[in-house]
């Protein structure tokens, strides 16, 4: 039965494949890894487009194809590896529906059994081949062969032991070349990885569904015990109970036992209720937030609306009146007068103030170049007691040792030439003898690189002959 909404691009094709001459169809199915290409991989339209494809038997034709003749074909190698990454990219994923039995045993089995025979015809005309890049070519043609092989198993895993037991497979396996040799070993390593998978997934779900049964035996055995324990006290209290007492016994034992029934049913029926209007009242607490902080804002706007009101005058003042609080203001202002300034006074402020700023800023400037003149000294006083703590004895002096005390520039670059080879030398050493060293560790340097002729530097503005 032909699935309906189908793919126009796959009617078009079968119609296609149907009227076109034989030699022509391996290149008219060629199309279909367009299609697939070109499908989104969601699962749900691609899954319809392999069903169409299988539908109207265009995997049919492939499989078909591949039983032929390679060199009868268009295209030769090159049309026949392509049509078995078809192939193999159509069977994974699909669902045959109705035609799963004569998918699962027969197209499969025949698709695998077609991919070995190609890579079994590959592996001779490799043999056989004497050209350098007609060798790689055919090379590259079994190694995509291998690999759609390898894409088919990985989906239907059921296949792995007709590859295994294969007399196609085991010619592959005895081939003396190398590089044919590691191709195949290299899928047989994968398929093997496949079926430890397989066997473990099938133990895993095996241990799971036996855990799931030991669990339902063991609620089954409880719920029997428990039942078993309510039928021995209700028969021990009714040979407790006198014969004429044992109706109102029962009656009180319904009673209790609906009672329990029904606080359960109605714990059930609220529980329920709750979550069904869990949503509305999620809604109504946010409305009622909203509401909350909406009142808060617009009273914040009211009050500050408020204070900023513009003075409308003094409501209920006579003429009178304002008369009198006017007279009482021109009294005040009179009684106290506004100090007053001329120009000349002002511009006389305004030159000493300029004037003792500038004596600031002189002063200041002063200030700092006798501290970056104390700092210098510091540094060089650091300096020059650094070397005297590290300078030789006696003994070990050298005659060039006494000149590095001669200048107090010498100190000075001897101490940066020092900083320098150490700092190359910790550039230099191995990632390893850095290992737990902090930023600032630096790599002692031997003294005989310290040891350089200081002649040649520019010292104190006078470079030796």
Known sequence: MKPTGTDPRILSLAAEVANSPEQ?????????????????????????????????????????????????????WSTISQLTQILSHCCVGLEPGEDAEEFYSELLPSATENFLVLGRRLQTCFINAAKGEEKDELLHYFKIVTDSLFWL????????????????????????????????????????????????KKLLELNRQKEEEEHRLQLQLQRQRAMRQSRELRLSMLEIVPPGHVEKHTREIEEKSALIIQKHWKGYRERKRFNQQRPFLTEYKAAVTLQRAALKFLEKCRKKKKLFVPWQGLQGLSDAHRVKLK????????????????????????????????????????????????????????????????????????????????????????????AHVNTLKHMQAPWWKKLGEEPGDMVDAPQDELSVELETLFIGGIKPP
């Not at 294969?166 to 070349?177: A, C, E, G, I, P």
């Not at 203001?329 to 009179?334: A, E, F, K, P, S």
Request: aromatic share 4%.
């Open 327 to 418: 007279q009482q203001v021109d009294d005040y202002l009179r009684r106290h007068p506004s100090s007053q300034m001329s120009d000349v006074t002002s511009k006389e402020l305004h030159a000493q103030a300029q004037e003792q700023l500038q004596h600031y800023f002189m002063g200041r400037a002063l200030e700092e170049r006798a501290q970056q003149h104390r700092e210098a000294l510091m540094a060089q006083i650091n300096t020059n007691i650094e070397q005297l703590i590290r300078a030789p004895s006696l003994k070990e002096a050298k005659e060039k040792d006494p000149e590095l005390f001669i200048s107090r520039s010498r100190p000075v670059a001897a101490k940066a030439k020092q």
């Open 153 to 200: 198993l990985g989906d239907h895993v059921q296949l792995v032991p007709n590859v295994l037991q294969s007399n196609h497979f085991l010619h592959l396996l005895q081939t003396d070349d190398v590089q044919i040799g590691s191709t195949v070993m290299t899928m047989l390593q994968n398929i093997l990885h496949i079926n430890r998978t397989k066997r473990t």
């Open 24 to 76: 022509n169809v391996p290149v008219i199915l060629l199309k279909l890894k367009e299609i697939i290409n070109s499908t989104p991989t969601r699962n749900s339209e691609l899954k319809k487009i392999k069903q169409d494809i299988y539908c109207y038997d265009l995997i049919q034709y492939c499989l078909l194809v591949l039983s032929q003749d390679c060199s009868r074909i268009q295209g030769g």
